[in-house]
């Protein structure tokens, strides 16, 4: 394995780490908040308030590495999300012992998730605009597509493994529910360990060359994009309503909000419409995230790669799959009509999400890659503010709302995209592209 690939390698691994450790919470998350008898609510806000600072966080610590390093930043969110996790595993356990009321669990673990909001979303915007700095814009789709897999894979194992993370006690001291966020920390350290050893640093290359820290070069190796993006004066500051990106930034907003609302109730719906106990439905739920995660990878891997669609097809392609799914995943009540309804949403949603990222990388030059990747993180973690909050409050009006609803705002968005996402090739691209 040369350089270039065991690099990828690791910034796959900060991707997959992040995934499968705020999966494997969430998945177990409802079964905590019925068993600490705290309103379903309160669940979506224990998210929500940490995807708030993540939206504030991501485009100040993506200019942040224009200056500092990708390096730095990687290694600052891994150890934010280590944090994190350590502090929600620890409040968790304490009311899960009784020591404190379960309000008083939620409102600490908020906090923690507080951490990896302000910290964590330093590393996406900084592996996103690494991985772009090595690729061709030929390349560029394929390669984000990949990394953007990292998600799906760790969104399998994370509540693949979660059930068997639910661990004993500890003497007198009952872990229970609160194992996977200590085990996933523990993951997370060892992580972060492998990479502040062998993730080369380019932080002097920052300092010394300014502008060429817009498009590392992974391992050492220039791509034509790498020098190009080397010669250019300054960085680039790429606004949300900048016309060349701002259809994608629409496209993510909408799609990333259908995904975060149906996602967060699926756990509560899961346990509701098959009638079981929230310890028991950790399974059922943990298969159903599982089909939804392997739609998603299944797509990634093998489907993407063989259709070669440019990020156009693959967003509207997405938009048409996801509004099917979720509006089935709304009206099924059997527990294989949730998993395969919630397989195709999720399918949808593994087209949708990697061509969003690829078009807005592609609609800048190089110097703005930085930008774009920040606002692009920005844009997910928007989705999160509100979403779960506004997803589960209509599941408690009624349960196929949030589904329908997420629906019908994907086919909305399918009508405005085949139009404006119908974008021309920018005028600052690379030479010969």
């Given at each position: 394995?040369?350089?270039?690939?065991?690099?990828?390698?690791?910034?796959?691994?900060?991707?997959?780490?992040?995934?499968?450790?705020?999966?494997?919470?969430?998945?177990?998350?409802?079964?905590?908040?019925?068993?600490?008898?705290?309103?379903?609510?309160?669940?979506?806000?224990?998210?929500?308030?940490?995807?708030?600072?993540?939206?504030?966080?991501?485009?100040?610590?993506?200019?942040?590495?224009?200056?500092?390093?990708?390096?730095?930043?990687?290694?600052?969110?891994?150890?934010?999300?280590?944090?994190?996790?350590?502090?929600?595993?620890?409040?968790?356990?304490?009311?899960?012992?009784?020591?404190?009321?379960?309000?008083?669990?939620?409102?600490?673990?908020?906090?923690?998730?507080?951490?990896?909001?302000?910290?964590?979303?330093?590393?996406?915007?900084?592996?996103?605009?690494?991985?772009?700095?090595?690729?061709?814009?030929?390349?560029?789709?394929?390669?984000?597509?990949?990394?953007?897999?990292?998600?799906?894979?760790?969104?399998?194992?994370?509540?693949?493994?979660?059930?068997?993370?639910?661990?004993?006690?500890?003497?007198?001291?009952?872990?229970?529910?609160?194992?996977?966020?200590?085990?996933?920390?523990?993951?997370?350290?060892?992580?972060?360990?492998?990479?502040?050893?062998?993730?080369?640093?380019?932080?002097?290359?920052?300092?010394?060359?300014?502008?060429?820290?817009?498009?590392?070069?992974?391992?050492?190796?220039?791509?034509?994009?790498s020098i190009t993006a080397a010669t250019h004066p300054v960085m680039e500051r790429v606004a949300y309503f900048d016309p060349r990106v701002?259809?994608?930034?629409?496209?993510?907003?909408?799609?990333?909000?259908?995904?975060?609302?149906?996602?967060?109730?699926?756990?509560?719906?899961?346990?509701?419409?098959?009638?079981?106990?929230?310890?028991?439905?950790?399974?059922?739920?943990?298969?159903?995230?599982?089909?939804?995660?392997?739609?998603?990878?299944?797509?990634?891997?093998?489907?993407?790669?063989?259709?070669?669609?440019?990020?156009?097809?693959?967003?509207?392609?997405?938009?048409?799959?996801?509004?099917?799914?979720?509006?089935?995943?709304?009206?099924?009540?059997?527990?294989?009509?949730?998993?395969?309804?919630?397989?195709?949403?999720?399918?949808?949603?593994?087209?949708?999400?990697?061509?969003?990222?690829?078009?807005?990388?592609?609609?800048?030059?190089?110097?703005?890659?930085?930008?774009?990747?920040?606002?692009?993180?920005?844009?997910?973690?928007?989705?999160?503010?509100?979403?779960?909050?506004?997803?589960?409050?209509?599941?408690?009006?009624?349960?196929?709302?949030?589904?329908?609803?997420?629906?019908?705002?994907?086919?909305?968005?399918?009508?405005?995209?085949?139009?404006?996402?119908?974008?021309?090739?920018?005028?600052?691209?690379?030479?010969?592209?």
């Amino acid at each position: 394995m040369n350089n270039r690939d065991r690099n990828f390698m690791l910034l796959f691994m900060v991707m997959f780490t992040i995934a499968a450790g705020n999966t494997a919470l969430q998945s177990v998350l409802p079964a905590i908040g019925r068993e600490l008898k705290v309103r379903d609510s309160w669940v979506a806000a224990a998210f929500s308030v940490s995807a708030l600072l993540w939206v504030i966080a991501a485009p100040f610590w993506a200019n942040r590495s224009d200056r500092r390093g990708r390096r730095v930043m990687v290694l600052l969110g891994l150890s934010g999300f280590v944090c994190s996790l350590s502090l929600c595993g620890l409040f968790l356990m304490a009311g899960i012992n009784g020591w404190i009321g379960g309000t008083l669990t939620f409102f600490l673990f908020i906090g923690g998730r507080l951490l990896y909001g302000l910290f964590g979303s330093a590393a996406p915007p900084a592996v996103q605009a690494l991985v772009a700095g090595s690729t061709t814009r030929e390349e560029r789709t394929k390669a984000l597509t990949l990394l953007g897999s990292a998600f799906g894979l760790g969104t399998i194992l994370g509540p693949a493994i979660a059930p068997y993370l639910v661990v004993g006690s500890i003497g007198s001291v009952r872990i229970g529910l609160a194992g996977p966020a200590f085990i996933a920390a523990i993951f997370g350290a060892l992580i972060l360990s492998v990479v502040a050893r062998l993730l080369p640093n380019d932080t002097a290359m920052a300092e010394a060359h300014g502008a060429a820290t817009a498009y590392p070069s992974i391992g050492g190796q220039s791509s034509g994009a790498s020098i190009t993006a080397a010669t250019h004066p300054v960085m680039e500051r790429v606004a949300y309503f900048d016309p060349r990106v701002r259809a994608w930034m629409i496209a993510g907003l909408v799609m990333g909000h259908a995904q975060a609302m149906t996602g967060q109730a699926i756990g509560f719906l899961v346990i509701d419409r098959l009638h079981l106990d929230p310890v028991a439905a950790l399974q059922p739920l943990g298969l159903v995230l599982i089909m939804g995660a392997g739609a998603a990878l299944l797509v990634q891997w093998g489907i993407i790669p063989l259709l070669n669609l440019k990020p156009r097809g693959l967003v509207l392609i997405g938009l048409c799959a996801a509004s099917i799914g979720t509006a089935l995943t709304g009206l099924a009540t059997s527990h294989y009509g949730i998993a395969l309804a919630f397989a195709l949403s999720s399918a949808g949603f593994g087209f949708a999400r990697p061509g969003f990222t690829a078009g807005a990388s592609l609609a800048v030059g190089p110097g703005g890659q930085g930008s774009v990747a920040g606002k692009v993180t920005s844009v997910n973690g928007a989705s999160f503010v509100l979403g779960p909050s506004i997803g589960v409050g209509l599941y408690e009006l009624s349960k196929p709302l949030p589904y329908l609803l997420a629906a019908a705002a994907l086919v909305a968005m399918m009508a405005y995209g085949w139009r404006a996402l119908a974008a021309p090739a920018p005028v600052d691209a690379l030479p010969g592209e």
